[in-house]
């Protein structure tokens, strides 16, 4: 399908010194949500868009399957075959959306080949095979840009490479996933089930098509190890984080959570200790009175803690076509801003391009140290507080908090809820083995890490 773009703009603009600039020809894979969002966001601010970068940004090329009703593309040129948008001179940037890594991967390394710059909003394209990519573009002298790969539309991206780059960053945690933090909010605001808010995120259009990805935590570890990649100046190592999901995350254990002060979120979280790097992503016990703590429903937000700036915080929506498309255009912007100017001097765009800490290591998890939220199943028998506590006493940790309601009418186990202090990740686990090993305790210790973030 071919037809005449219908021109508001002209095809120059002048910039600061009178000069007309040419447009910037953009070609766009993928029109699905963040496809559509995007050519209705760039069509609307067309305006401000030219005007901010000092030139045209036209669409000149769309790449999909079919057609998407939610965006009007007439006047663009539409190809079925993707590939046509990266094999295309008149492009200047390709945009990547359509999602998955085997295609996009081929369709994003044919891109560079041609010499064109990318933009995408692929996080698992971007963790998974970005060391690959990022050497790619770097040997052909262009830019691979990809703001709208982790937590939608908020500019967390700009603001690790840029906004904090004066820092040594020390830490950070971030709700990545906005299916998993509407699951949790749904549950413990409505009381709902996890399949019932899984069902309604579904609805909504949060969930990635396989939504094994936000439950089970994969998701929230892609982008996890993109920011992770910026703030430690380290190469993407998504195979060593380690990964856990919501999907064991009960109503009951909500309810302690509140009862102890705490609140349940899923976080990603990056620390830089003297013995390496912690990747973790799993859910945890905050503080109640922590702002993190009260981002709900889809929403996303991540806290970074930087040695000069102290803890900031960076809020908005996660996911959605408009939300994503803002972070995809102003990674075309920044694109067509650094045109003209030499390779090395734009602004790097992964961590490992830099190429300062390539040998960064990942702390393995038993190293880890944290709190954790106990919750022991236990026999209504004189004698089990002090058997636990002399196991954990034996590992080293103490308790900090501990609740023991009177057992239900009927029920011959009685829930027994502890806090415990930081302890190492292996002395804990050998603590929870032995527990579990007591005649006077049934099944699994439910076990959550604890984080105060402050
Ligand atoms: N499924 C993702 C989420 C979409 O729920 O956060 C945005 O990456």
């Known amino acids: 399908m071919s037809a005449t773009i219908e021109q508001t703009t002209p095809a120059t603009t002048p910039d600061t010194s009178g000069e007309s600039r040419r447009a910037v020809r953009i070609g766009i894979c993928g029109l699905g949500t963040v496809g559509s969002g995007t ?59 359509i999602g998955g890594t085997t295609v996009a991967r081929e369709l994003v390394l044919a ?14 394209l971007i963790a998974e095979h970005g060391n690959e990519l990022f050497a790619a573009a770097a040997e052909k002298g262009v830019t691979i840009a990809y703001e709208a790969a982790v937590a939608g539309g908020i500019p967390i991206i700009k603001s690790l490479r840029e906004g904090l780059v004066g820092n040594r960053i020390q830490w950070l945690a971030g709700i990545i996933n906005g299916t998993g933090n509407y699951i949790l909010t749904e549950m413990r605001e409505k009381g709902r089930s996890f399949e019932e808010a899984l069902r309604q995120a579904q609805d909504l259009g949060y969930a990635e098509a396989d939504p094994t990805f936000d439950v089970e935590g994969i998701d929230a570890a892609h982008k996890l190890v993109i920011m992770a990649s910026l703030a430690f100046s380290m190469p993407l190592a998504f195979d060593k984080v380690y990964t856990e999901g919501i999907s064991g995350v009960s109503s009951e254990d909500i309810r302690y959570a509140d009862e102890l002060g705490y609140r349940i979120k899923h976080l990603g979280i990056a620390r830089g200790t003297e013995k390496g790097v912690e990747l973790r992503v799993h859910p945890t016990l905050i503080p109640q009175r922590r702002l993190i703590a009260n981002v709900n429903g889809v929403m996303n937000a991540i806290l970074v803690s930087g040695d000069a700036v102290g803890p900031t915080l960076y809020y908005g929506a996660g996911a959605g076509a408009e939300a994503t498309a803002s972070a995809v255009i102003a990674d075309i912007v920044d694109v067509a801003r650094t045109l003209e100017s030499r390779p090395e001097e ?63 009418e009927g029920e011959a186990l009685v829930p027994v809820v502890i806090l415990t202090s930081r302890a190492r990740e292996a002395r ?3 603590a929870v083995a032995q527990i579990e090993a007591l005649d006077t305790v049934e099944g699994e210790v439910v076990r959550i890490r604890v984080e105060p973030l402050g």
């Open 111 to 124: 891109a560079i080949a041609s010499g064109k710059h990318v933009v995408t909003a692929n996080k698992a």
């Open 428 to 430: 804990l686990r050998e």
């Open 346 to 408: 734009r602004v790097p765009l992964a961590g490992v391009a830099r190429g300062s800490q390539g040998g960064t290591r990942v702390l393995p998890m038993d190293e880890v140290v944290t709190s954790y939220y106990l919750r022991i199943s236990a026999h209504d028998k004189p004698g089990v507080m002090s058997q636990v506590a002399s196991i954990c006493s034996d590992q080293g940790i103490s308790i900090e908090a501990l609740i023991q309601h009177e057992p239900a």
């Open 39 to 97: 050519v209705n966001v760039m069509a609307r601010n067309r305006d401000e868009i030219a005007a901010r970068c000092g030139r045209p940004v036209e669409i000149v090329q769309i790449g999909a399957r079919r057609d998407n009703p939610a965006c009007d593309t007439s006047g663009v040129d539409v190809s079925r075959e993707i590939f046509d948008v990266a094999a295309n001179p008149e492009v200047d940037v390709l945009v990547e959306l």
